[in-house]
């Protein structure tokens, strides 16, 4: 699904009263009452940059421009007039990158429960070896 919005005042009002975090927003630069600058640097005050990926496009393509979006916080910059095929190898790869992120998370927290209720040299053995995980407990 895809939400737009006419200006960076109504995309932050929408990010906080949505209760679920959007995939991934593409911002362009010149939009009017808040540059996109702007909105990206209040977007990252609520989300980093691996939970919500931000893709900044704009016709302004300079170097000092660029550099601008990524030090605001941006995860990408396209400049316009882009290729459509490039800009959604963009969209997926940063898509990936999110994925990635929250696998990493997710490892991280079952890697803790296991601390809280294994000796550490069972989680070695297990991690050496999964298939004694099945073996150990077939029927």
């Given amino acids: ?9 109504e995309a932050l009002d929408l990010l906080k ?7 991934l ?5 010149m939009m ?3 540059s996109g600058y702007e ?5 990252r005050e609520m989300h980093p940059r691996n939970q919500l990926p931000i893709i900044m ?6 170097a000092d421009n660029i550099v601008e979006g990524l030090e605001a916080g941006c995860n990408d910059y ?11 190898a963009r969209i997926a790869t940063q898509l990936r990158v999110k994925d990635a992120w929250k696998t990493d998370v997710e490892n991280a927290r079952s890697t803790k429960l296991l601390q809280r209720m294994l000796p550490e040299h069972v989680i070695a053995k297990l991690k050496q070896n ?8 077939k029927e």
Avoid: W
């Avoid at 699904?1 to 005042?9: A, E, L, N, R």
């Fill in 57 to 62: 496009v704009s016709a302004k393509s300079s």
């Fill in 78 to 88: 396209v400049s316009k007039p882009f290729n459509r095929l490039e800009l959604l």
């Fill in 39 to 43: 909105v990206c640097q209040r977007v």
């Fill in 1 to 9: 699904k895809v939400t737009k919005c006419i200006d960076g005042t």
């Fill in 25 to 29: 927003i593409l911002l362009d630069v």
């Fill in 17 to 23: 009263r949505r209760s679920y975090v959007p995939d």
């Fill in 130 to 137: 999964p298939a004694l995980i099945v073996e150990e407990h």
């Fill in 32 to 34: 009017p009452k808040m």
